[in-house]
């Protein structure tokens, strides 16, 4: 199975804090995938990064790839209340047609 | 609404009854995937779909289960027979295509809940 693994379960921050979660695969990818569910609803796409790309930003998002230890991070800075929800990474690789998603992370950003 | 919709939000069964769950994917979408969410879990693939075609099904159950995506009308996953296992959340999802370089659009899922 190439499910990727996040880490940590869960993250517990004050608002203002930068929030760091991340995440393992196991074999090839093409892209890495990160994405945001709040309780009782859909996931969100939140940031693409290809196999070969190092970083990307998106706002006050910041992605890191390693394809040599096979796992990402995705850091939020200057957390808010509103950023409370559960993150999940999702990996495609060469052949395959479909994400697989990882545990996820559930934050929690107290005010 | 242009995005996936999902109905209905909360189904509840009993054991051996059906379980239809349906999703009308995003406006000029032709690509649709369904996966099942169990409680503190991530997201478990189930089948893939384009028109009329059933893509990839090796993350659904050989029995009870079934999907389809026709020319007209929305995805339906279908459960036949349901039993307490089958409690879950079920999310479909779609894409314009059916690359992994595109991000894929979510419902707010279905909660099924078996007696």
């Known amino acids: 199975s190439q499910q990727g693994e996040e880490d940590p379960q869960a993250l517990s921050i004050q608002e203002g804090e930068n929030a760091t979660m991340n995440c393992s695969y196991k074999?090839?990818?093409?892209?890495l995938q990160w994405y945001r569910q709040n309780s009782g609803r859909g996931l969100v796409h939140l940031i693409l990064?290809?196999?070969?790309?190092r970083e990307k930003h998106s706002g006050r998002l910041r992605v890191t790839l390693d394809t040599s230890k096979k796992s990402s991070s995705l850091l939020i800075t200057a957390s808010r209340a509103a950023d409370t929800a559960s993150y999940f990474c999702?990996?495609?690789?060469?052949?395959?047609?479909?994400?697989?998603f990882g545990k996820g992370t559930m934050l929690l950003v107290s005010p | 609404n242009a995005g996936v919709m999902q109905n209905p939000r909360h189904l509840v069964r009993r054991r051996g009854q059906e379980a239809r769950l349906r999703c009308s994917p995003m406006?000029?979408?032709?690509?649709v995937y369904w996966y099942r969410q169990l409680p503190e879990e991530g997201l478990k693939f189930m089948v893939y779909?384009?028109?009329?075609?059933?893509?990839?099904e090796s993350g659904m159950p050989k029995e009870r289960f079934s999907a389809e995506f026709p020319k007209e009308g929305p995805s339906i996953l279908r459960i036949q027979q349901v039993v307490r296992g089958d409690s879950a959340a079920y999310f479909c999802?779609?894409?314009?295509?059916?690359?992994?370089?595109?991000?894929?659009?979510f419902g707010d899922g279905t909660r099924l809940s078996i007696l």
């Open positions: 999802a779609s894409s314009p295509t059916g690359q992994g370089s595109q991000p894929q659009h």
């Open positions: 074999t090839s990818i093409n892209n």
């Open positions: 990064i290809r196999s070969n790309e």
């Open positions: 999702a990996t495609d690789a060469p052949g395959y047609s479909t994400l697989t």
């Open positions: 406006k000029g979408h032709s690509h």
């Open positions: 779909l384009q028109k009329e075609n059933i893509i990839d």
